[in-house]
């Protein structure tokens, strides 16, 4: 299985922009999808999570700005971004915790994409 983020990219503060990650393979299940951004020098840290049922979770430095969504039936996760500030600068990776045909546990185990820039001018 794996996950394949696109959507990034050079935006102006004030802008927006739309990233998508999609999952693909011998997938059963997929459980909690998650937005996480690393800058340079700096810790990955968690942008949004979504349940399977759709209730969503933010950081502080997002709410309000950033929604995250996702579409089970085309194993999809997608995270609108508006209002973006030059903070908001960083490697964008998805996540999923995904369960592969016969995977026979309760506890999924998690999976990474490869990462997409945005970057946001001043």
């Known amino acids: 299985v794996q996950l394949q983020a696109s959507g990034g990219g050079l935006v102006q503060a004030g802008g927006s922009l739309r990233l998508s990650c999609a999952a693909s393979?011998?997938?059963?299940?997929?459980?909690?999808m998650g937005w996480y951004r690393q800058a340079p020098g700096m810790e990955r840290e968690l942008v949004a999570s979504?349940?399977?049922?759709?209730?969503?979770n933010y950081a502080d430095s997002v709410k309000g700005r950033f929604t995250i969504s996702r579409d089970n039936a085309k194993n999809t996760v997608y995270l609108q971004m508006i209002s973006l500030k030059p903070e908001d600068t960083a490697v964008y990776y998805c996540?999923?915790?995904?369960?592969?045909?016969?995977?026979?546990?309760?506890?999924?185990?998690?999976?990474w994409g490869q990462g997409t820039q945005v970057t946001v001018s001043s």
């Open positions: 393979g011998s997938i059963f299940s997929i459980g909690v």
């Open positions: 996540n999923a915790d995904m369960a592969t045909m016969g995977w026979g546990k309760p506890s999924y185990p998690t999976y």
């Open positions: 979504i349940t399977y049922a759709g209730n969503p």
